[in-house]
């Protein structure tokens, strides 16, 4: 990543600091802040698991319910505005977002919040580098199911710019998330539109 970002892009970023190599363990923590969803207190709450989320883009699926509306039994992890959420089984399938709500997500996902000065933003982002894919996909064939377990995550090295060049990475790549995510929105809105004038004329 560090190669990516030391250019021009139309005179907005511009990185040229060098990266320090950091372990995972030493920089994220995973969250064990794990509710029951029978209490009531979450009823309102959605419910975001891994099934909810595009693979490979952090975007929400229109398929979100309530935890009321699933009517969840079995322990979900709690998550709020700003962590970054993980499916850890079958990582090569890339389920992962960038909260923007408080919510709970399933027990086979992980809640990740940086620490040791990592910036949340850049976080997110280094869960869609190749080198971290590559990882994540090489360690979880070791067991039956595809899956990463905490200690191979801890094991994980990355690099990392200063901080204030870890925010306008992460912004940057969250702006062009969004920008990408509108359009999208507006071209399917634009082919309901068709779609339902076609109906009107044929």
Same mark, same amino acid.
């Given at each position: ?54 693979? +490979?883009?952090? /975007?929400?699926? @229109?398929? %979100? ?5 699933? !009517? $969840?039994?079995?322990?979900? +992890?709690?998550? /709020?505005?700003? @962590?970054? %959420? ?5 990582? !090569? $399938? ?109």
């Amino acid at each position: 990543m560090q190669e990516i970002f030391h250019v021009q892009v139309k005179g907005k970023l511009y990185i040229t600091r060098t990266w320090e190599q950091r372990r995972w363990i030493d920089t994220v923590d995973i969250s064990t802040e794990m509710v029951d969803p029978t209490s009531g207190e979450y009823d309102d709450m959605p419910h975001i698991a891994p099934g909810n989320i595009e693979a +490979f883009t952090g /975007r929400i699926l @229109n398929n %979100v319910k309530t935890v009321k509306e699933e !009517q $969840l039994i079995s322990g979900k +992890f709690r998550f /709020r505005p700003g @962590n970054v %959420v993980y499916g850890k089984i079958n990582p !090569q $399938l890339g389920k992962y977002f960038y909260a923007t709500v408080d919510g709970l997500t399933s027990a086979d996902a992980y809640v990740f919040n940086g620490k040791n000065g990592l910036r949340q933003k850049f976080l997110f982002s280094q869960l869609q580098t190749n080198d971290f894919f590559k990882y994540s996909v090489s360690v979880s064939k070791r067991s039956g199911m595809p899956k990463i377990n905490r200690d191979e995550l801890n094991a994980y090295t990355f690099f990392v710019p200063h901080k204030d060049e870890q925010d306008k990475i992460g912004d940057f790549l969250l702006g062009i998330d969004h920008l990408i995510t509108l359009h999208q929105w507006k071209f399917y809105k634009f082919i309901n539109i068709s779609f339902q004038w076609r109906k009107l004329i044929v």
